[in-house]
């Protein structure tokens, strides 16, 4: 079945550093999403990525979705820390079936 | 326009006991999705609902836990006889279609923090 690997579940940071995450899937994928979630609060919805090599940004993030479409990474350039909180991704494999990242906690020392 | 609306926010319910769980979509939204999160864990799919059917609910546990998604009203997560380790936060999710092809991804309400002491 389809599989997900979103590693280090943790990463800590210095102000003003760059982060990268990655979503890893053993399938090929019809879509991913990712999803922001702060301490204590419910899952919002950042971005959708469809299209092989796609890449989008919004503001300091940076979404990109793999060639073969069995990957996707988040890249958030000179952190703050309003970036704080879970990230993680949400899988649409081809057969619509969804897959959770666990996510990976990002904390940002000022 | 209210996004997707989830009561109680906090619930607290000794073990044996029912617990009730509500969510209200978005207007225009049909498809009902409902994840539980247990402390320092991501979140994990339970059950999928269109108005009265429920389209996957392989996440569900065989025992205890229901969902319904009535043609009037809220969507009910039900769990019977709670036991401790049902503590968790469950969060409600929405969506206008399907999740396929292009799509805007869910909208999350700020789920229920259900505590079984």
């Known amino acids: 079945g389809q599989q997900v690997m979103q590693i280090p579940q943790y990463q800590h940071v210095q102000e003003g550093e760059d982060f990268t995450t990655y979503c890893n899937s053993s399938?090929?994928?019809?879509?991913i999403q990712w999803y922001k979630q702060r301490p204590g609060g419910h899952p919002v919805f950042l971005i959708q990525?469809?299209?092989?090599?796609e890449v989008k940004k919004q503001k300091r993030l940076t979404f990109q979705f793999g060639e073969a479409k069995k990957n996707s990474s988040l890249h958030i350039t000179a952190t703050q820390t309003t970036d704080v909180g879970t990230y993680f991704c949400?899988?649409?494999?081809?057969?619509?079936?969804?897959?959770f990242g666990k996510g990976i906690t990002l904390s940002v020392r000022p | 326009n209210a996004g997707v609306m989830q009561n109680p926010r906090h619930l607290v319910r000794r073990r044996g006991q029912e617990a009730r769980l509500r969510c209200s979509p978005m207007?225009?939204?049909?498809?009902v999705y409902w994840y539980r999160q247990l402390p320092e864990e991501g979140l994990k799919f339970m059950v999928y609902?269109?108005?009265?059917?429920?389209?996957?609910e392989s996440g569900m546990p065989k025992e205890r836990f229901s969902a319904e998604f009535p043609k009037e009203g809220p969507s009910i997560l039900r769990i019977q006889q709670v036991v401790r380790g049902d503590s968790a936060a469950y969060f409600c999710?929405?969506?206008?279609?399907?999740?396929?092809?292009?799509?805007?991804?869910?909208?999350f309400g700020s789920g229920t923090r259900l505590t079984v002491v």
């Open positions: 999710a929405s969506s206008p279609t399907r999740p396929e092809g292009r799509w805007h991804g869910y909208t």
């Open positions: 990525l469809v299209k092989s090599g």
């Open positions: 207007k225009g939204h049909s498809h």
């Open positions: 399938t090929t994928l019809s879509n």
């Open positions: 609902l269109q108005k009265e059917n429920i389209i996957d």
């Open positions: 949400i899988l649409t494999g081809a057969n619509s079936k969804l897959t």
